[in-house]
């Protein structure tokens, strides 16, 4: 904020179909160049709504705190920041009765009080999240150096039936990253940098899923942009090395897992091309490489995955995946029509997902990390219209299209193709900013291109959401209003990439057929206010 100002926001809503409340306030200030900012945020929600009922237990809370203090000086800035992240999650291990209701542990069906009530009951996760950052930016003659450190401790507990844990991750990751700015010359705009990352986690719980590891990185990149009157070129490399080593354990006098020891490193390349033909009309290419390390727990996981219904294994003898895409846009800018259209290809070796093969533990169904080469491709498209300034017809479109390579057969969970409409009016009113009505269309098209061995089609559906909005003013202050729905039509649907809808494991108790959330309806307020104005 400006030298000498103190300001803030306030934001909250409520949202009809899980009573989600959500409250959000925040303070900054600058005086002196010593600027700082904090902010705290609550949510909490009951158990969802599909059209045909409540899922029980699905609802969370989730408390956040925030914080920067810094200095902003002619030599740069020098900004600490600090977060908490704390997040409980309902879970539900379903169970029937004849007629095909949920029933809680004692047999017996959920009253509305139990589905409404915002006190989870067990199963749930608690999710803990703290970091620690100090960001750098030294201006050091023409260039400047951007320094970044870091700490972050994720806890993960699941707790079963009490306050203590029965599966308790953490994990402790320490970053560095360094980049230097070589001046502008010439047109000419060179970065070199590094980063670094440490990690270290441990088990502390009675139950497991991922192994205890230690994971080392490190990077190192050169970066060079060039800028014509009209067109810019780049070109970059970058050198990664990564360890894994996993820990191995004993539960029961069974070994669970296994050590392992991994180092893998690549180098990577990106160019990109842009040309402006007019004012109006550009055009943009890039063609790279990408790597991507297997993590620890594709590479030694063994148990079961609470709210994803399966038991996943990992495979220490995973490769990295390699990537090799290319992509290109064409974009114009009008008084009257925006219009864009890009498509792209990416080729990935060693591909890594998780896929089942028929194999049951405890009625679960096993998914085991593999690799195969693939190869997505697409298209995205954009029309917005304004004949008149007051009005907006937004259209935009995506499709990927995913192919398992090795097997010649569909990737599987890809998102379906979608296109989305949404008429925006603007009007002009005395004494009210930027009010508007919109109304939107949603349409996923039917994702038949799936892994018929572990997944199933999914039909199309089109989803109903629109929104109403302004700014008020009380006094000098404003206060900005808005009500959204989304789903208001109350369709019954399933997405592509749902974990609960019915598919091939319909032969065991774990056919949950649950619907995508009902119809919902969100009224908000944001009150942007100053306490002290700048000097």
Do not use: C
């Amino acid at each position: 904020v400006p030298e000498g100002e103190i300001s803030g926001e306030l934001l909250t809503n409520y949202s009809s179909n899980n009573g989600l409340t959500s409250s959000s306030v925040m303070l900054t200030g600058n005086q002196n160049g010593i600027v700082w900012r904090g902010r705290g945020t609550y949510k909490n929600a009951y158990s969802f709504k599909t059209p045909t009922g409540y899922f029980p237990n699905s609802g969370f809370n989730e408390t956040d705190f925030s914080g920067m203090l810094g200095l902003n000086k002619s030599w740069g800035y020098s900004h600490l920041n600090f977060s908490s992240f704390r997040n409980n999650i309902g879970f539900y291990e379903p169970s029937f009765d004849d007629q095909g209701n949920y029933t809680n542990e004692d047999g017996g069906l959920f009253t509305k009080d139990d589905l409404k009530n915002r006190s989870l009951m067990y199963p749930k996760q608690d999710i803990r999240h703290y970091k620690i950052s100090l960001n750098n930016n030294f201006i050091i003659g023409s260039g400047n150096l951007k320094l970044d450190l870091g700490f972050q401790k994720n806890q993960r507990r699941e707790l079963e039936d009490g306050p203590d844990p029965s599966l308790f991750f953490n994990l402790d990751t320490y970053t560095g990253d360094a980049r230097y700015y070589i001046g502008r010359k010439n047109g000419w705009e060179p970065v070199f940098g590094v980063s670094t990352e440490i990690g270290h986690s441990e088990n502390r719980g009675e139950e497991f899923l991922i192994p205890a590891y230690d994971t080392y990185g490190i990077g190192t990149f050169a970066y060079l942009k060039k800028n014509w009157e009209r067109s810019t070129f780049n070109v970059g490399v970058r050198y990664d090395f990564r360890k894994n080593v996993g820990k191995s354990l004993i539960a029961d006098g069974e070994p669970l897992f296994e050590a392992f020891h991994n180092q893998f490193s690549n180098i990577s390349g990106a160019l990109g091309f842009t040309h402006e033909f007019t004012e109006r009309l550009n055009f943009k290419a890039n063609a790279g490489s990408a790597f991507r390390a297997p993590n620890p727990a594709e590479l030694g996981s063994n148990g079961e995955h609470e709210g994803t219904f399966r038991y996943e294994i990992g495979n220490p003898d995973l490769q990295p995946e390699r990537s090799y895409q290319i992509d290109a846009e064409l974009a114009y800018d009008g008084d009257i029509i925006n219009a864009s259209a890009s498509i792209y290809n990416n080729y990935i070796h060693d591909f890594i997902y998780a896929a089942h093969h028929g194999e049951f533990i405890d009625d679960l169904p096993v998914y085991n990390y593999g690799q195969v080469n693939a190869n997505l491709y697409g298209a995205e498209a954009s029309l917005i219209l304004h004949p008149v300034h007051f009005i907006h017809f937004e259209n935009t479109f995506g499709y990927t299209h995913a192919q398992n390579t090795s097997m010649d057969k569909p990737l599987s969970f890809i998102p379906a193709g979608v296109l989305r409409n949404e008429l925006r009016y603007e009007p002009e009113i005395r004494h009210v900013q930027e009010p508007f009505v919109s109304v939107g269309i949603a349409n996923y098209f039917k994702q038949n291109r799936v892994d018929e061995d572990f997944e199933t089609p999914t039909a199309g559906y089109t989803l109903l959401n629109a929104s109403v909005g302004a700014t008020f003013f009380a006094g000098k202050q404003p206060i900005k209003v808005y009500i959204s729905g989304n789903n208001l039509l109350n369709k019954k649907y399933y997405d592509a990439l749902s974990r609960y809808k019915p598919g091939r494991l319909d032969q065991t108790d774990l056919s949950l057929g649950i619907y995508n959330p009902g119809r919902n309806i969100t009224f908000g307020v944001y009150v942007p206010f100053i306490l002290k104005h700048s000097s």
